[in-house]
């Protein structure tokens, strides 16, 4: 297998920045809130950090070591790393689960600029009856959620065909500070609402009576969605990493930032809520419909603070999405680009076009093809079952299996210490311990438990 010329990160900051980018997205914003509201609050995040420890963390590294090996797209990448042989499959299919899910994590982004454009021109103030319909209405809209698709793709497009430095570092360089900047000016807004302290403690006070096996899977589901593991993406951009590049630091770096990324989402929605007296456990709702309702009731009576609180939010949570989706998108480009042979260019385009397609579908699922239905799945719910739920944890298994069972564990080694010139060794054995056993072991727990075979 022939390994390619390629582009790479310019700089440290900017592999960690773009990875953590790929990372930090809708996933922190909007699913780690509304999955700690329902799963016990701080139990839950007690459980989370043990995931991303013991299982995030290594299974992270391990596709750094094979995209950076490969120095090639995640199909490829798993092709040189197991001689051609059946094993090639799994990048395949960690390359087909990036493209499905980037077409209804594209729809999920084109919501939140859309609550852009709604916070902006004054929509979002009203009555809780009138965002709720508010937000039935524009999700089932034929229209409205398609064009918002269509432009937070091209938006992403024009970042992808300027290239790995130009395009995909020195956006995730702009970005990833503003967003910093904007969850902070928020958390402290909604800290200093009056009872806020009821928030803070539902997150940081541990209530061991809510800990029961769903909390477990829940925080691992959440901690590999989070960390955009078994999608292809973190192999896709390890292949940008030069090989002095510490894996091993780095997958610590990116995991504490998407960490307290999510952390501070919590913090400013738990205080913002209970200051209202809302319960922050109403499920994937809780971004579009509850917080508009409670940023309005907190902040409303302040000046426009509550305008510019929910502008700032909805800004912060496109961004997020965006650096998100250029990574889904680049896994599929930088995938027709070499297999094909075919410029960056149209590689993107393609894929573009794709992602629209498939966004459409899922969009329209909601609304006019609602009552379309296979096993009993809108198409949306069908794409977001497939790819979370099937896809991800098979992905994620025969990875682990692979590089703990079948790669030589000289050339992971070689990756893991940089041909030993990192003195990490004594990690090593732990990292392998991880991979070969425990990663597995609970992915294949939360596989069989939530089809209820065990
Ligand atoms: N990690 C992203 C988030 O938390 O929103 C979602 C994601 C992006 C998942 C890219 C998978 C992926 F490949």
New binding site residues.
Partial sequence: MTKLERASFGSKLGVILATAG???????????PYMTGQNGGAVFIIIYVFCILLLGIPCMISEFIIGRHGQANTARAFRIMSGDTIWSLIGYMGVL??FL??GY?AVVSGWCLEYVWASLSGKLLGNPDYIQSYFVTFSQDPIKPVFWTFIILLGTYIIIENGVRNGIEKASKLMMPILFILLLIIVVASCMLPNAEKGIEFLFKPDISKLNSDVFLAALGQSF??????????CTYASYYSKQTNLTASAVNISII?FLVALLAGLIIFPAAFSVGVNPDSGPSLIFITLPNVFHQAFGNIASLGYIISVLFYTLLSM??LT??M??HE?STAFLEEELGTTRKRAAMFVTIGSILVGTVCSLSLGPWQDFKLFDMTIFDLFDFVTGQLF?PIVGFLTCIFIGWYVPHKIVRDEFTNMGTLRNEHLFHSYIFLVKYVCPICILFIFLHQFGLL
Avoid: K, P
Avoid at 22 to 32: D, K, M, P, Q, T
């Fill in positions: 790929s990372a930090v997205g809708l996933g922190n914003i909007w699913r780690f689960t990036g899910i980037s994590y969605y989070s960390l955009s593991i078994a999608m292809g993406c973190i998407d997020a999405a998100s989706l990574s889904l896994v991800l």
